[in-house]
């Protein structure tokens, strides 16, 4: 191996571990705050801004404002107690499908990837709408959730800027990975 070649391979595992820690850091401090409920929701959600910085333009504006938009209509819809069924399913299948398009490095056509980001919102929507408190302020409650999802797609967006270079887009893979496990976790029940 060349001097430069070796270099690049150890820059690239230090990337690796370093997300590695950072994610294990998240999941932890999620862990002990009792927080770890609604981890598989943070995941996909951070796996939405992954996805579209993957992806570039038009699509890292795209999804994350698609998820918001259809998260905040099932939103009304579980506040109005409708029903829909396989809710914590669809869940933990957003953060398995949303974290191997990422770490599968996915290129759909752009409606593709915007129909399925959609079809995930609509769960985590729902979810939302039922957790409504008893006496709460619906629109305040909605538009809280709604900003704090932007933000989590931020986050992904920022770390998925990573992929840009050759060990970031190695680190971005990775987290894909990452998210999909921990949805497989969600799913089988380990998590």
């Not at 504006?61 to 918001?68: I, N, S």
């Amino acid at each position: 191996m060349h001097f430069r070649e070796a270099t690049c391979h150890q820059t690239a595992m230090g990337t690796i571990l370093r997300v590695s820690a950072w994610i294990a850091s998240f999941a932890s401090a999620f862990a002990a705050t009792g927080a770890l409920a609604h981890f598989d929701h943070v995941i996909a959600m951070v796996a939405v801004g992954l996805w579209g910085a993957f992806l570039g333009p038009p699509a890292i504006w795209l999804l994350p404002v698609v998820f918001p938009l259809v998260m905040a209509v099932a939103g009304a819809y579980g506040v109005l107690g409708l029903p829909l069924h396989g809710v914590e399913t669809g869940i933990a299948l957003s953060a398995i499908m949303l974290g191997a398009m990422v770490a599968g490095a996915a290129k759909p056509p752009l409606w593709v990837a915007a129909l399925l980001v959609g079809a995930f919102a609509i769960f985590h929507g729902y979810a939302h709408g039922v957790e409504l408190p008893v006496g709460a302020d619906a629109i305040a409650f909605s538009m809280g959730f709604v900003i704090a999802t932007g933000m989590l797609h931020l986050s992904g967006i920022a770390f998925g800027g990573l992929s840009h270079w050759p060990a970031g887009r190695i680190a971005v893979r990775a987290a894909g990975v990452v998210i999909a496990v921990i949805g497989l976790g969600y799913l089988t029940g380990v998590v």
